[in-house]
């Protein structure tokens, strides 16, 4: 973790390159909870290489921008779900089923016909990769389980409790893996548990715990209402945030910014760090510095300095990737405002 007074970081994604993705396809479908190969751009022989060279587009832009604690931009995925997820064992991805998804609209989803067991590393060399070409702390994230068996259709387990610790045992395989290639911070996106409070305060505490179960350094739990582009319309507040504090992840990821979130709200998390949205997804005006700063000040009206981390609201992958970079040069701008007022 970033020894700065309010280290940035990204939440999850980064915008992909128009030459790795086709911006129409993804646009038009919204985030994929299958495999969607026509996506991508470059032939599968060459798709690696390529997504290779946009992490590291992405870094260089991070880096650029000052960022403190960098990530790979989440550049190899077609959602922040899928490539985790679609890669274990026990799931038919070809014979999808459809389920609600998070707002209801109904979504095409893996099949579970099996048990959940990890056939072999799924983002471990995304890790060394990431390590291998910056200096920085690294934040690498992965999808939860309780997110995971919300978005499955369930044909083996017949449990709701089964069928998510069985995602948090291959989580926790996978988080050891990525720790020991070198990945700092480890966060785990958890939007469903926004959208199923009552369902999260039965099994979500336990799911996060086991998947990090003895994993030491920086944990983050992202709880967030969806993309922008997807979710126009956020609520004001969490239905499931307080009860976070009892788990064992050292930081929770919020939104704040688009859905102008009273950060009083801060204050039910008195054990954690937090990871605050600043950055508002929904606009793509670049934020000034001052307007961020601004946005910081509330926060730490209700949290120490040394808790508080700025971040975007979400994930960056549908903004234009000149709007992205400024608003990180924003975020990073803001924060050395409100560092130098406090230090």
Known sequence: M????????????????????????????????????????????????????????????????????????????ESYFNRFANALDGIDVDNPATVPGRTGKPTLVPRVVGPIKRKEPVQVRDVAFLRAHTDKSIKITIPGAFTMAKMAADEHYGDQEALIMAYAEVLNEEVREMKAAGADVIQIDEPHMQAHPIESNRFGIAAIDRALQGIEGTTVVHLCFGYAYVVSDKPAGYSFLPELDKCCATAISIEAAEPNL????????????????????????????????????????????????AAPDCGMKYLARDVAFGKLKAMVAGAKIVRREIE
């Open 2 to 77: 970033s020894n700065s007074l309010i280290p940035t970081t990204l939440v999850g994604s980064y915008p992909q390159p128009d030459w790795l993705v086709h911006k129409d396809i993804l646009l038009g479908s919204g985030p994929p909870r299958i495999r969607m190969r026509d996506v991508w751009r470059p032939t599968e022989d060459l798709l690696q290489g390529a997504q290779d060279d946009a992490t590291l587009v992405a870094l260089h832009d991070q880096e650029r921008a000052g960022i403190d604690i960098v990530s790979d931009g989440e550049v190899r995925r």
């Open 262 to 309: 009273d950060p009083a709200i801060l204050e039910t998390l008195p054990s954690k760090k937090v990871l605050f949205g600043v950055i508002n997804l929904g606009d793509e005006t670049v934020e000034t510095p001052e307007l961020i700063a601004e946005r910081l000040r509330g926060a730490l009206r209700h949290i120490t300095p040394d808790r508080l981390i």
